[in-house]
């Protein structure tokens, strides 16, 4: 059924060039089936392949990546910039390991591995997905999708309303960064996008198929890579939005129709249904 009267609309929009690093901020984004352009197209491993986040090392929060036309620029405050090119397109192919998915990746060269190991106190390298429609495909929801190096699905979106709804049970409120989403939606109904099923945005189509399950990684401030409270917010998130499958928070979402969105544009919720959460 179709949701009518919504008063849904862009309020920000995130992307994340290197798989755990900071999030960047954006104005518009193009919607590809495996999602936003230039999101987690990087990737930092150990030297064996096995992906590294912010779950292991929170400071990776800190370290800061910029698509440019080269590129990427690796940043940190206080230290001296690593600009990394593009693997050149002859580059071989190694496996790596996201989750359970062993994924076909280049490697990003000396320069890009030093820094980062530097940075983050151990070894490591930096990978590229050069073509994410081919690279990994997951199936979801009985349909092959391809997949960037995000966790799972190729969107995650949240709402403003849950999350004040979160942070007004919390002693400390914290910001949307700690569930590092790529669309948030400004709405007066928490947890409304637990019924959400289809969303035409701009001149994209995308339809929410799992709830997201969260993390320690939502204990780490996005800015200092320091942990403040080991316990919340999910402490306080698993008192009330807690399934069988983990504490939730946000939507996971795929594109059916590519597109670009903008912050402002409403949302048109065309189609609703029962909570996706079984609790």
């Not at 352009?37 to 064996?48: A, K, Q």
């Not at 359970?100 to 530097?118: F, M, N, R, V, Y």
């Not at 996005?222 to 939507?251: C, D, S, V, W, Y």
Request: charge should be neutral; aromatic fraction near 6%.
């Amino acid at each position: 059924m179709a949701q009518t009267n919504t008063t849904a609309f862009v309020s920000s929009l995130h992307v994340y060039p290197v798989k755990a690093l900071h999030g960047l901020d954006y104005q518009s984004l193009t919607l590809h089936t495996w999602g936003a352009e230039h999101d987690r197209r990087w990737l930092v491993t150990e030297p064996d392949g096995t992906f590294l986040t912010q779950r292991a090392l929170p400071a990776m929060a800190c370290l800061h990546a910029t698509p440019v036309p080269q590129g990427l620029r690796l940043e940190r405050t206080g230290t001296q910039a690593c600009t990394v090119p593009y693997p050149a397109p002859n580059t071989p192919t190694h496996a790596v390991r996201v989750w359970k998915d062993t994924i076909q990746a280049q490697d990003a060269g000396e320069d890009a591995a030093q820094w980062l190991s530097t940075q983050l106190g151990r070894p490591c390298r930096l990978v590229y997905m050069a073509s994410p429609e081919h690279a990994r495909l997951r199936a979801i929801a009985q349909t092959p999708v391809p997949v960037s190096f995000a966790d799972g699905y190729p969107l995650l979106l949240a709402t403003t309303a849950s999350l004040a709804d979160l942070n007004q049970r919390l002693e400390h409120p914290v910001p949307m960064a700690r569930f590092r989403p790529n669309i948030v939606i400004a709405h007066n109904q928490p947890w409304a996008e637990d019924t959400w099923r289809v969303l035409k945005i701009g001149t994209a189509l995308l339809r929410i198929v799992a709830p997201c399950s969260r993390c320690t990684v939502t204990t780490t401030d996005q800015e200092t890579g320091l942990i403040p409270n080991r316990k919340e917010p999910l402490a306080t998130l698993a008192q009330f939005h807690r399934t069988p499958k983990g504490i939730m928070f946000a939507q996971n979402t795929l594109v059916e129709q590519t597109g670009t969105i903008q912050i402002g544009d409403e949302v048109e919720i065309l189609e609703t249904g029962p909570s996706n959460l079984s609790i």
